[in-house]
């Protein structure tokens, strides 16, 4: 049995992204003791990569904005099968979560009278989005981090959590290891909020860090709590798609917001083709009116590059599919058009879009300035996650919580720009507060030494098989899981493919248990990639058996062999958790919304 | 056209000691450094440690010294060194060794929690918010785009020859504290701290700090001159320090 080091916190945190800060922030806040365990350095979570803005109606620019509008664009964009007390929740509090950043230290860009300035997005009604150039995910990260290490909250840097500890059908604490050392620690825990992002390292083209790998969904997963919603994973419609190295590194919507227009081979605006019936009301018939829109008109309507993000994938999927694409596979985005518009463009798309112009410049040799970006669909993120209670983020365990990415519900089939972040800070901030109130009134459960144990010696397995015999590199298996989920279950799905992927699955966990890594436990990657495989094995599989089970096309979830909206389906979620006999999917019908909440829907139509 | 392969000394070893390794891959058009770390991690040695997340020159993780230059690896294309001869990847050089790659940077963390945090002045709005124009955000928005890499720290000669890591807080402590003095909803005082406790006065505006920066931040003539500046006002212009000293002006 290996040595550990054992800790106690009232509150664990999983996670140091925007949800698991703001989490633990609001729990130190209500007096508990709080433990952060991060995979990275502090500050450097995926968050840091958003880019657009954090969507909240302040109406600082459009005062005809408000929480009602907000509210259904987030039920349109997610098809209504949202949580709808979450998205009622959020649309309410996001204004409050942004002037409390600002109080901490975060400089918005600003209208002219000095406000908080806000830009449009995909599938906002108004002007909705405040944002930082196109760094805002930095700004807020770095915001919530330069907080928070003054509140006395305990970082755990580097450290990857193995397993949850239970005790029944309540988590106690969890298992983790220093990815510096290899030393392991027991973590003693009242509550314990899961924080830990999304799951986009499993297709191969992905805008998402090395981190989305899964954990936190598999880590509650086993631990017997339900997942939700995991057939709906967002495809962003544009990412970079050359050079080979940087495919699928996110190109953010802030460039159609700013009046970009995507074009295919033959210089044909293809999204004007295409128009889906819910927002052909909103939508700009030519572009004249999409390009006034992008430059603040408020009586026109918004080009159609600016509907939700699944149509647009889709769209440019199939320009790709008829051959109308660009020489590297996508389709050309075009901002530098803009220069028949607005004198000195160049630096006007410099100000505006500083990292796209860097990132492009840098890593493909292109001037956004003056040509137009190759792009094409990256898996972005997941809509799906550990199923929460709305108001108080609790899972189907007692005591554990999950916020942000890693939890369900908010953005149903599919999810808005800047929905994401204001998610974070929402829900983070009660998933931490709930935590703690957990915390105040629960008992001290102590940890199952068996359980402790059996993990430990779980962890390190990877070691001792590579000694034994030959052993299958997790790199190699990561590399072909990858290729499966991106072929069998990415943007076009059909029930015999994804069969097909259930049985490649089957295989791939036949050849985990055979992993084998060569070295000791101090900062060995091999080692880490092995334990991570286990989670995004169980991740994929969910994804998988739940897209084959919705017969239906919805949101984010397109299925070729059912290419319609089936109302039954509109009043299910599918709920994924452990059974007897392996991985199980279950219906579960909608909760009645409230009738209040009908008429907002009804009368913003 | 690039050449199909490279070969790459890549630094081996931890605080004991170590040595540079060779290997050689084969490479295609568009590949950043990390790629070939990562190919060479994938390929040859699962456990050539290298600190890494987003890939995008966004998160500050992957810094380390190419051919001996700091730099981000995931935003140092192939294309772009000399490939005739082998590109040498070392780890940082001021922090101490983790292990290949990776250094310790702990010490920037918790340096940084010896500097006041933001302390707000009296709201503007009856709703509890401030006004602030453009451009009195510029210049702090500046700052705010450092990415926490510590290549400004890692070539700053204070630090890295002279080792004064209990004297002075380096280039990129002095941008945090450049920003937060520059917050217009800021109301701390942190120019005696500079003065006395943050060295600033080791700063010798040698601007190599601001040479390696991959945000592009003027560190030195935004963010340290000023502060010496407005430093040099508070303590040694007389009808200042007498304000001072009689608590008329922070």
């Known amino acids: 049995m290996l040595a550990y080091e054992a800790i106690r916190h009232d509150v664990l945190v999983i996670g140091a992204g925007g949800a698991g800060l703001r989490a633990a922030i609001e729990a130190s806040a209500e007096g508990a003791s709080v433990g952060v365990v991060c995979k990275s350095l502090l500050g450097k979570a995926h968050t840091v990569m958003a880019e657009g803005g954090i969507a909240a109606a302040m109406a600082n620019v459009d005062e005809r904005d408000n929480w009602r509008v907000h509210f259904s664009d987030t039920m349109r964009g997610g098809q209504y099968v949202n949580n709808w007390r979450m998205a009622e929740l959020h649309a309410k509090e996001a204004p409050e979560r942004i002037r409390e950043l600002e109080a901490w230290g975060a400089l918005f860009d600003r209208t002219g009278d000095g406000r908080i300035l806000q830009r449009h997005f995909g599938g906002h009604r108004y002007a909705r989005l405040v944002h930082v150039g196109d760094r805002t995910g930095l700004e807020m990260i770095r915001t919530l981090q330069d907080h928070g290490i003054h509140r006395g909250i305990e970082f755990y840097m580097e450290f990857t959590v193995c397993a949850l500890l239970t005790e029944g059908n309540r988590v106690v604490g969890a298992v983790a290891y220093s990815r510096e050392k290899g030393t392991f620690f027991v973590f003693q825990a009242k509550a314990v909020v899961l924080a830990t992002g999304g799951i986009g390292r499993s297709y191969r083209i992905t805008s998402n860090s090395w981190e989305c790998t899964g954990d936190g969904l598999a880590l509650a997963y086993r631990a017997g709590a339900e997942l939700a919603d995991m057939e709906f994973v967002q495809f962003h419609p544009t990412g970079m798609v050359w050079p080979p190295s940087v495919a699928g590194l996110l190109v953010t919507e802030s460039v159609r917001g700013e009046g970009g227009v995507l074009r295919n081979n033959q210089g044909r605006r293809f999204m004007f083709d295409d128009i889906p019936e819910a927002y052909r009301a909103q939508t700009a018939d030519n572009e004249e009116e999409g390009w006034r829109y992008t430059q603040g008109d408020r009586n026109a309507r918004r080009p159609p590059e600016l509907v939700t993000r699944d149509h647009v994938a889709r769209c440019i999927v199939r320009e790709i599919k008829e051959g109308r694409g660009s020489p590297h596979g996508g389709v050309f985005l075009d901002i530098a058009w803009i220069r028949e518009k607005i004198p000195n463009s160049a630096e006007h798309i410099k100000r505006k879009l500083p990292s796209m112009y860097d990132q492009f410049l840098k890593l493909a040799g292109i001037d956004i300035t003056k040509v137009p970006m190759e792009v094409g669909p990256t898996t972005h993120y997941m809509m799906g996650g550990i199923r929460v209670d709305g108001d108080s983020q609790v899972s189907s365990v007692e005591g554990l919580f999950a916020a942000g990415e890693c939890a369900a519900g908010l953005h149903g089939a599919n999810r808005l720009g800047g929905n994401s972040l204001s998610d974070l800070l929402v829900f983070g901030r009660r998933a931490g507060l709930y935590a703690a109130q957990f915390a105040r009134q629960a008992q001290w459960v102590e940890a199952d030494q068996n ?45 015999e493919e994804m069969t097909q992927a259930l049985d490649g699955l089957a295989k791939f966990k036949e050849r985990a248990l055979r992993v084998g890594v060569v070295g000791n436990r101090f900062y060995n990657p091999g080692w880490h990639t092995s334990l991570d495989l286990d989670n995004q094995l169980i991740v994929s599989e969910a994804v998988c058996r739940a897209a084959l089970t919705r017969s239906e096309s919805r949101g984010a979830h397109y299925r070729l062999d059912y290419p319609n909206k089936d109302v039954r389906w509109g009043h299910i979620n599918l709920v994924v958790r452990r059974a007897d006999d392996g991985m199980a999917v279950v219906e579960r019908p909608l909760p009645e919304m409230p009738q209040e909440l009908k008429a907002i829907i009804e009368e913003m139509k | 056209m690039i050449p199909s392969t490279a070969t790459f000394l890549i630094w081996r070893g931890d605080a004991q000691g ?26 040859q040695d699962n456990t050539l440690a290298v600190r890494w997340n987003c890939k995008a020159g966004k998160c500050g993780s992957c810094a380390a010294e190419v051919n001996g230059r700091p730099r981000l690896m995931c935003m140092t294309r192939l294309g772009d060194l000399a490939l005739d001869r082998p590109v040498t990847l070392e780890p940082m050089r001021t922090f101490p060794l983790l292990r290949d790659l990776v250094t310790d940077v702990s010490w920037n963390f918790r340096t940084k929690l010896a500097i006041q945090p933001l302390r707000t002045r009296p709201a503007d709005a009856p709703d509890g918010t401030w006004r602030m124009m453009q451009r009195d955000v510029d210049r702090p928005q500046e700052f705010r785009k450092c990415i926490e890499c510590f290549l400004c720290q890692d070539v700053c000669h204070v630090l890295r020859d002279h080792r004064l890591f209990d004297r002075y807080i380096g280039p990129r402590l002095l941008v945090y504290t450049a920003q937060l003095e520059m917050n217009p909803i800021d109301a701390a005082d942190r120019l005696g701290d500079l003065k006395d406790l943050h ?47 009689l608590g008329l002006r922070g």
Request: hydrophobic content about 40%; charged content about 25%.
């Open chain 1, 451 to 495: 359980q402790v144990h059996a993990v430990i010696a779980h962890a390190v397995e990877p070691f001792e098989r590579a000694a034994a015999h030959p052993a299958d590199s997790p790199y190699r298996i990561l590399e072909e899981l990858r290729e499966l989920m991106q072929n069998l279950v990415g943007i076009v799905r059909t029930g």
């Open chain 2, 18 to 43: 170590g040595a540079f390794q060779e290997y050689r891959i084969g490479i295609s058009e568009g590949m950043v450094v990390l790629d070939a770390v990562h190919r060479i991690q994938a390929e």
């Open chain 2, 199 to 245: 060295g600033i006065g080791y700063c010798n505006i040698t601007k190599c700090c601001t040479t390696v920066c991959p945000e592009e931040i003027k560190i030195t003539d935004n963010a340290i001159i000023p502060l010496k500046e407005r430093l040099v006002d508070a303590f040694y212009d007389p009808l200042t320090r007498l304000a001072r000293a």
